[in-house]
């Protein structure tokens, strides 16, 4: 079964354009049905463009308030038709009026092993507590930050030696494949939050 995602980006879209990608090759039964920038000049926007996918971009004065905002965004999602909601690389959080749109099925990709290192600076903050072992976490988001059912997660053992910008290059390669293999699994039906909010693939 194929599913229609919406994209919500604020930056570069590396993680678009991995899932765009994985849909032109037929390894993923998803469309895109619509990218939502918080910011105007997100590169994000132009690949998504390319791809001809529709874009939005919300202003600052909206952002502003931040439920304004997202209702804004969930009446346009839903108009959209969309499944999921996928955040990459979007660097504001979601609120109610997203989140009850979409229960369940608002998803986020953190680059740590939650529930370590959260927050915006997840990488840096790895690499200066000086760990082995960091990673991705693919999760549902909820009302708090970082948190929500975690779907998937994959480890990376840093190596000795390693610049915080090779820890970077090297977590960005790992997303980029295990987050469209996270949305194949959504596409598929295979993904079920339990009772006690713990997430089971079937």
Known sequence: MSIKLGVLLSGSGTNLQAIIDRIAEGTLDATIELVISSRASAYGLKRAEAAGIQTMTLSKELYADPMAADEVIATMLRRAGVDYVIMAGYMRMVHEPILAAFPNRVVNLHPALLPSFKGAHAIQDAY???????????????????????????????????????????????????????????????????????????
């Open 128 to 202: 200066d507590y000086g760990v082995k072992v960091t990673g991705v976490t693919v999760h549902f988001a909820d009302d708090k930050y970082d948190c929500g059912p975690i779907i998937a997660q994959q480890a990376l053992a840093v190596e000795e030696g390693w610049t915080v910008d090779e820890l970077e290059a090297h977590i960005h390669e790992i997303e980029h494949v295990l987050y469209p293999d996270t949305i194949q699994l959504l596409a598929e039906g295979r993904v079920h939050v339990q009772p006690d909010g713990k997430v089971k693939i079937s």
